[in-house]
């Protein structure tokens, strides 16, 4: 559509006339038409990285200024460079590194928001779900479901740190945030540690169990040794993706759909040396590089990434990741079941 050039009088005139209708909280569209609906997505989040070697410190600080119990949840919230204070790595998601001490307890509470766990450093933590205990190893991705009764403690010598995801975000937009805290500080265990996966992990689930896409899964933990195993098995059988590497998306195993409805997480294994093809979709996504060192391109920007560093990578950003000497595995979530059920998902292979 051509544009034409408004004389002196009518820019004063459409100056006057947005004026009064602003009175009445009114704006005309024909001004915000290519903000509000572009070519194609055009994303406020950047691409950015926090490296675990260097913010670590910062965590652990955090640890002599305030105590779990406290805090309820002591955490430094990873917020994008583009969107500072509102707790949010990309638009509709949220990162957060979250510490605990030997010996302390961050209490029982339960809330709307779907929440993920990947542990980084450290043994001797625990996660308990709705009264049943899982330890926490490195690199297992563990899942407090929306409105299920979690807290968290530390029976080991050392201190632990996970990443936490969550669709605070989302929440909020929806105005749909709600919470509760216990009146006791742990819970009591219901069933034993294992039960969970016991009962829905292992390609069976309990007669008349019935469950829908939207409900989170049953099983809340997905250990890193069987995923890590998996991958490599995988890695020896096939030559890789040339978009993706190896890469395997997590699921609720009584309905193949996403362990969370709102957040999806994948695992990725790079070969090493191998570089993955220019790749873009419309999940913006939160990379966390487990295992290997390389590089992520995420559009113009260039990251050199080892263990534990977190890469956010912005919606319709063209992504490349590249394996050094070693193999990389990296963990990632976003919101892509959200996307897929409303039929906005996108991606392009470049």
Known sequence: ????????????????YYGEIGAHYMTPL???????????????????????EDVRRHVMDAGALITAAEAERRVLILENPALLGQSCITNSLYAGLQLILPGEVAPAHRHTQSALRL????????????????????????????????????????PVVWLDGLDIPMLRFLDAGFAEKSEATSQAEVRPEGDALARYGAN????????????????????WK??????HSIARSGAPDAHLGFKQRFVNPATGASPMPTIGAFVQHIPAGFETRAYRSTDGTVLVCLEGSGQVEVGQHCFDIAENDVVVVPSWQRLRVRAGKNALNLFSYSDRPVQQALGLWREERL
């Open 1 to 16: 559509m051509q544009t034409r050039v408004l004389t002196a009088e009518e820019s004063q005139q459409r100056k006057r």
């Open 30 to 52: 024909w001004e915000v038409l290519g903000a509000l609906v572009p070519n194609e997505p055009k994303p406020i989040a950047q691409a950015a990285m926090w490296r675990y």
């Open 119 to 158: 542990v980084l450093d450290g043994e001797g933590a625990y996660t308990a779900v709705d009264g049943e205990k899982t330890t926490m190893y490195r690199g297992d991705f563990i899942i407090t479901p929306a409105w299920t009764w979690h807290d968290h403690g530390n029976l080991g010598q050392e």
């Open 204 to 223: 069976m689930v309990p007669v008349g169990f019935a469950q829908t896409s939207a409900e989170p899964t049953r099983v809340f933990v997905y250990p």
């Open 226 to 231: 069987k995923t890590r195993e998996a991958l």
